[in-house]
């Protein structure tokens, strides 16, 4: 009996998960993806589209195409004269006369490859269906490192910023190689909490991005932020070009001249080693406020 019930819920799980694998696609979608079918010309929403990214397979979220290889045919339907390396199958299509592309993933259906038409260079055209696509839009990222007390801290305002595409925090400065949270609090490795932050600069520019976290720390404590003291809590930004050490220093400056006694040092970028997984987005997983940074407008 039990054995029984066991295997009617196994069966109700596969049912679901197919279920649920099928309620991703609209019945348009079905109908191209899993019966082969084919959109009309010049109905599809990449046919004229052009922007810097990746093309997914709809049904998988595999990437197939990227945007480089993307070309104007006038054919009514997205033109590639490339895929990219191990991801598009190609099989004899039932007609006999043509070769069909598939997903090599999931085998969703794409549409169909010709050779000798001479579109470009390559000599091949992958003719698909944009109806059996999604696109990922090509982000431009940049990395910028701060040292401004806790780390969680500094890390969750850096969350809040639009622009802000994602952080981590970790240790910067010392002299030992993937060091441990606890050896850096006992001061045996010279390390620094340091947030990495890595942010679009189309949206916010490195000098934004740092004025924010010198409104989001005191610069003026040194070797401690708020109750938290010792040297791995300095204030410091970690620079990676002589552009970005102009723009903290030109900071620095214009805060000195508003009264702010200024410790924060300008050092080169080091080797950054991520700290364990329970310190990461900290404050989000907890569902807290840090206790020792606030946000105060300086500029």
Not at 61 to 72: A, W, Y
Not at 194 to 220: A, G, M, Q, R, W
Request: charged letters at 25%; hydrophobic letters at 30%.
């Amino acid at each position: 009996m039990k054995r029984a019930f066991l295997i009617i819920i196994i069966m109700i799980g596969v049912i679901v998960m197919y279920s649920k694998d099928d309620n991703k696609l609209t019945n348009m979608e079905k109908y191209v993806i899993e019966q082969k079918g084919t959109e009309a010309p010049f109905t599809g929403e990449y046919v004229e589209h052009f922007e810097d990214g990746t093309y997914l397979c709809k049904k998988c979220g595999t990437e197939l195409f990227d945007s480089s290889d993307k070309f104007k045919s006038s054919c009514g339907w997205p033109s590639f004269d490339d895929a990219i390396e191990g991801r598009v199958k190609e099989i004899p299509d039932a007609d006999g006369r043509r070769t069909e592309i598939v997903c090599a993933n999931c085998g969703g259906h794409l549409g169909h490859v010709f050779v000798g038409e001479g579109y470009t260079d390559k000599n091949v055209r992958h003719c698909v269906n944009s109806i059996s696509l999604n696109f990922k839009e090509k982000v431009t990222e940049a990395k910028a490192y701060y040292a401004g007390g806790c780390f969680w801290g500094v890390e969750y305002y850096f969350q809040q910023v639009d622009g802000v595409i994602s952080s981590s925090v970790g240790f910067m400065g010392g002299h030992v190689e993937n060091p441990g949270y606890y050896e850096v609090v006992r001061g045996r490795t010279g390390h620094i909490e340091t947030t990495e932050v890595t942010y679009n600069p189309e949206k916010i520019s490195y000098e934004e991005l740092t004025k924010y976290f010198f409104e989001i720390h005191d610069p003026t404590q040194l070797d401690r932020q708020g109750p938290d003291i010792g040297q791995q809590y300095r204030s410091v930004v970690f620079y990676s070009s002589d552009e970005e050490k102009k723009i903290a220093q030109k900071l620095i400056d214009i805060l000195k001249q508003k009264g702010y006694d200024v410790v924060t040092k300008l050092e080169p970028v080091q080797p950054y080693y991520k700290a364990e997984n329970y310190h990461q987005d900290y404050y989000e997983n907890k569902g807290s406020l840090p206790y020792c940074h606030a946000y105060k407008k300086k500029f």
